[in-house]
């Protein structure tokens, strides 16, 4: 079945240390979507990428980066300098950049927590 | 951007319909209506959307009314597995940004 992964599903970071959060999709889509989720609020875009090679900051880039150097893969690194990590991170992808006509579709996200 | 209204929490008895309610008075013309439901501790699921005219898939059925100020989805006969956060988002992509609300939390019960 065609899909979005995300893996791990829960992800423990200790202070001053960097993790990557690893997002897979097989749908062939030329887009794809970071988002944070903190409780009772909705979704907030850290990143996003229209094609290989290339990814934009979204409305709360800081203390976060993103590499797309294959169509299927959009890791995301929360580095020492994001100062409130702890969130459920939602990976998307959609067929093509923001087309409102086309939906996005999600990972089943995965748990930072601080330690 | 256009925002959205629904209320936070509603019940539905299984096997009967859900109908949930979004305000979107002030939508653009060339804004999409969608719904996407969350399950807790799951991504968030997509479940369709619209433009001007009602919608329907397996899942379930999109009411847009005419002036396209609110909308209605239905789940036609819902079950225990249907308890989920529904958002309904107004959606152009010339803005770039999917604005999610808190959406409507559903509590099917037996």
């Known amino acids: 079945d065609g899909g979005i992964t995300q893996s791990p599903k829960y992800l423990f970071r200790k202070e001053g240390q960097n993790v990557t959060l690893s997002c897979e999709q097989n749908?062939?889509?030329?887009?794809m979507y970071w988002y944070r989720q903190d409780p009772g609020q909705g979704l907030r875009l850290i990143y996003y990428?229209?094609?290989?090679?290339?990814?934009q900051k979204g409305d709360i880039a800081e203390g976060y980066s993103v590499s797309r150097e294959k169509k299927e893969s959009f890791p995301l690194t929360v580095t020492s300098a994001q100062k409130n990590p702890t969130a459920f991170y939602l990976c998307?992808?959609?067929?093509?950049?923001?087309?409102?006509?086309?939906?996005?579709?999600f990972g089943d996200g995965t748990r930072l927590s601080i330690l | 951007d256009a925002k959205t209204t629904q209320p936070p929490s509603m019940d539905c008895a299984e096997g009967r319909a859900a109908n949930l309610p979004c305000n979107h008075s002030?939508?653009?013309?060339?804004?999409?209506v969608y719904w996407y439901r969350q399950i807790h501790s799951q991504g968030p699921q997509y479940i369709i959307h619209?433009?001007?005219?009602?919608e329907t898939n397996e899942m379930a059925s999109l009411i847009i009314t005419e002036d396209r100020k609110s909308s209605t989805l239905i789940l036609p006969h819902a079950t225990l597995r249907d308890t989920a956060v529904y958002y309904c988002?107004?959606?152009?992509?010339?803005?770039?940004?999917?604005?999610w609300g808190l959406g409507t939390s559903l509590a099917v019960n037996p």
């Open positions: 988002i107004v959606y152009a992509g010339n803005n770039r940004k999917l604005i």
């Open positions: 998307a992808s959609s067929i093509r950049f923001w087309q409102p006509n086309q939906p996005q579709h």
């Open positions: 990428s229209q094609i290989v090679n290339d990814f």
């Open positions: 619209g433009l001007k005219n009602n």
């Open positions: 002030t939508i653009s013309g060339n804004e999409y």
């Open positions: 749908l062939n889509h030329d887009a």
